[in-house]
């Protein structure tokens, strides 16, 4: 058994649960490997997809009929209800109903803000959602495997964006072009969260591409989060646009100097907020300075102000100071993973202006 | 107020409820205009807004801070809760005190298919899912105007997917450049459900674009689904890569004659099940012959065997016949609205092969 699912279990017995129920679609990915679709928002066919997490054998995923080859080749065992089909549409029930039948009557550790009304009162639960999230934080071998290749993916897109954004293009187009690079090298659809913002746009810190045309001089801000195999990776560059002006070289030189001491002071036992703070000597941005990456695209441990997490061996942590004035914004970013002395960095794409 | 407003508050009152409480991200988007992301998954700094219709002055959306501004330009109420920010994370209690204040102690109609547990356990609450779906099948002329903008966009895809189909580029490549049309058109980033399937995929219906290379005498199955403004259109093509054999152009002409007489068919007072019979007469394909389109992808009324709807004027329905079978699948759709007599065609993409 993977070790998590022992975490996993471990955190029901202390509640005084007898199983797992994982309602979030980023716990169902972490204790089962099973991915649901997201891109298309919830399915008339189907609810979200839930896994029972019981000591012994695999766990057991609860999907409708169109996801069980899918669901069955991450080695659970698989509850289905109907989908997709010539019959009424009623997932609710069909989930209800399968639902009750996995758990039979066992009390369940589970995340009621992610578990419908209609699911919860099926089974006996307890709220363990806070707990769950938190061992998410630390990887284990075959997650760090699964984040290295997203974060592939990002390296990829930085590329792109830096080769194809030039005066005349606009934002969306751009984004057209990088989304394309991501997916055809993943082979694949892949969702993905992105700031993608040109001129003035980039001191609002991120936004999402729209029709402002690119123009000589400026700058855009890529900050570009795919989602591969179930793990999400991230990344930002900022790009000049021709000769960069000496405001933009100093914030770029601020912030790059910020992330490069963060990385080397990264280690096992300092502590988030202190992190937080060395990160943000000199400069003044109003959101976190870095956070965990797994199966969410933010998670543990959070690298804010005061944050009291300590940095263990196995995290896996997005580090992006920015700066953010007169009109113009910088921001890099680099992801590390925490060995047992310093870290290593994963990110591969380029940090220059 | 607009119509829908006043049949969702009947609902509400035939279930003994002072108020409706939209769970489902498109029932908020069908009564208030305000359209979620869903493109990444549930967001780690908000959970899906809330929208409570009462009677009276115009809804209340409980959203997150970030989407305070979006949600008021509505003209909504907004009550909001933390979102992003440098403090916990935690948006499943404040959006349950957000709604507890919001509802103040109302008995609410609402979808425990959609809520979470967490914000149900806050209020007194009656399920009125299955009403709510359904009083969506009649469109008011707002949301025709959206629809009509969603199938532009289909339109948009339909016609790129034409011109770059060709032998030598892989699914994934022409993928990518009929989502930049389509985004390019739209002026941003656009939810988008496809199939976009070649050669012998065909025959299995659907699925996502993938690494197979086009050659040269096969088909390509092009299923468009974008969101445009909280509506999604639908639209599908079949391409035939140069010269079609035989066996395609005889398929390729059963759902054409198919397609063309369901859509002269269509009228009020006609029976869904009815329809759905016409559609399929010569013909054997495994799924609906067609569906609502709404705030949701696939919605009431369903055209399919025994449908027992009754058409009315207002229903937006999309129509897809199709054939599958030796190696090679085509199908072609339509979108109508459902006139006092008859029905308006609203897609303009080519259907010819």
């Known amino acids: ?10 955190i029901a017995s202390r509640a005084r649960a007898e199983a797992v129920l994982a309602a979030h679609p980023s ?6 490997g099973y991915v649901a679709d997201i891109e298309t928002g919830p399915s008339p066919f189907a609810l979200s997809p ?9 766990p057991t995923l609860v999907v409708s009929r169109d996801e069980e080859e899918a669901a069955a080749a991450t080695g659970c065992a698989v509850v289905s209800y109907p989908g997709f089909g ?44 806070a707990e769950l999230a938190a061992a998410r934080a630390i990887k ?16 990829t897109g930085q590329k792109e964006a830096r080769a194809r954004a030039a005066p005349g293009v606009s934002e969306i187009e751009l984004w057209a072009d990088v989304r394309a690079a991501i997916e055809v090298a993943a082979g694949g659809r892949t969702p993905l969260l992105a700031d993608l913002v040109s001129g003035p746009r980039t001191e609002e810190i991120g936004g999402s591409p729209g029709e402002r045309t690119l123009t000589e001089g400026e700058l855009v801000l890529c ?20 000769e960069p002006n000496a405001t933009a070289r100093r914030k770029h030189r601020a912030v790059r100097e910020a992330l490069e001491r963060t990385v080397e002071a990264v280690r096992p036992g300092l502590r988030a907020g202190d992190l937080d703070e060395l990160a943000r ?40 100071p920015g700066a953010y004035a007169d009109g113009e914004g910088v921001r890099v970013e680099q992801v590390v993973l925490i060995g047992e002395d310093g870290c290593e960095v994963l990110s591969g794409h380029e940090l220059e202006l």
Not at 27 to 32: G, I, K, N
Not at 141 to 150: Q, T, V, Y
């Open 27 to 32: 716990t169902v990915a972490w204790l089962t």
């Open 223 to 242: 900050d570009l989060v795919p989602r591969r195999d179930g793990y999400w990776g991230d990344s930002c560059a900022t790009i000049a646009l021709g």
């Open 50 to 58: 839930l896994a029972l997490v019981a000591g012994g054998g695999p």
């Open 86 to 129: 010539l019959g009424p549409m009623n997932p609710v029930e069909g989930a209800a109903e399968a639902l009750e039948r996995t758990v039979g009557g066992r009390m369940v550790a589970t995340e009621p803000g992610a578990l419908p009304a209609s699911l919860a009162a099926r089974v006996s639960w307890v709220d363990a959602a």
């Open 140 to 155: 284990e071998p075959d997650e760090i495997e699964k984040l290295r290749r997203a974060i592939a993916l990002c390296d």
């Open 281 to 320: 000597s000199g400069l003044d941005y109003p959101h976190h300075t870095g956070h965990g990456l797994g199966t969410a695209w933010h998670e543990e441990p959070r690298i804010v102000p005061g944050g009291k997490t300590v940095l263990e061996p196995g995290m896996v942590i997005a580090l992006e």
């Open 1 to 10: 058994m993977p070790e998590r699912r022992e975490r996993a279990l471990d």
